[in-house]
């Protein structure tokens, strides 16, 4: 693996994929290798190779929280929504109150094209809970994308009101805040 990464510094990601590769038909099941194999492939958009390291991953540590990331991001780069959208809510409901798989799983509602069940989701989710600060930031870029600027400034005091000392909501406020003046 270092050798690996020496090779990515030095921009030569196909050659460090190669040792990588190498490395693995020897040990199978070194986690570190398969990671950075999958962010290699996922950066050269093999999606295909993406997804078939994480699935060995998986077969390693299935409990690792980076294989949703991995199979979601080749899934969408292969324009399965529906496959991603599964992994990604498989992820969000082992963790419910990380931003991150929240926030990737609303992506791909959006870049399927499915905004409402974006905007369905995140009202359900910050039903389910209502101090749910990162989804009430990702439902107000939503509201302000649809024009719903009104709804969009609520559902961010809703969000201050929850947790006042992050930033996100105030700067996501000013964004709502200045566009509105420049109509």
Same mark, same amino acid.
């Given at each position: 693996?270092?050798?690996?990464?020496?090779?990515?510094?030095?921009?030569?990601?196909?050659? #460090? !994929?190669? *040792? +990588? =590769?190498?490395?693995?038909?020897?040990? &199978?099941? @070194?986690?570190?290798? $398969?990671?950075? %194999?999958?962010?290699?492939?996922?950066?050269?958009?093999?999606?295909?190779?993406?997804?078939?390291?994480?699935?060995?991953?998986?077969?390693?540590?299935?409990?690792?929280?980076?294989?949703?990331n991995i199979l979601g991001a080749a899934y969408?780069?292969?324009?399965?929504?529906?496959? #991603? !959208?599964? *992994? +990604? =809510?498989?992820?969000?409901?082992?963790? &419910?109150? @990380?931003?991150?798989? $929240?926030?990737? %799983?609303?992506?791909?509602?959006?870049?399927?094209?499915?905004?409402?069940?974006?905007?369905?989701?995140?009202?359900?989710?910050?039903?389910?809970?209502?101090?749910?600060?990162?989804a009430r930031v990702l439902l107000a870029q939503?509201?302000?994308?649809?024009?719903?600027?009104?709804? #969009? !400034?609520?559902? +961010?005091?809703?969000?201050?009101?929850?947790? &006042?000392?992050?930033?996100?909501?105030?700067?996501?406020?000013?964004?709502?805040?200045?566009?509105?003046?420049?109509?």
């Amino acid at each position: 693996q270092l050798f690996a990464r020496y090779l990515i510094r030095q921009d030569k990601r196909d050659r #460090a !994929i190669k *040792v +990588l =590769t190498d490395s693995l038909s020897v040990d &199978p099941v @070194s986690e570190e290798n $398969l990671k950075l %194999l999958a962010a290699l492939r996922l950066d050269a958009q093999d999606w295909r190779g993406a997804e078939e390291a994480a699935k060995a991953l998986a077969e390693v540590n299935k409990n690792d929280a980076i294989i949703g990331n991995i199979l979601g991001a080749a899934y969408a780069g292969l324009k399965d929504y529906t496959g #991603a !959208i599964e *992994v +990604l =809510t498989k992820e969000h409901q082992q963790r &419910p109150l @990380s931003a991150r798989p $929240l926030a990737n %799983l609303v992506q791909v509602y959006i870049d399927a094209g499915r905004v409402e069940d974006a905007e369905k989701f995140l009202q359900e989710t910050i039903a389910k809970n209502t101090s749910s600060y990162d989804a009430r930031v990702l439902l107000a870029q939503i509201e302000r994308q649809s024009g719903k600027s009104a709804q #969009a !400034i609520e559902t +961010l005091r809703g969000a201050v009101s929850s947790e &006042p000392l992050r930033p996100e909501a105030y700067e996501a406020m000013y964004g709502v805040y200045a566009l509105e003046a420049r109509r």
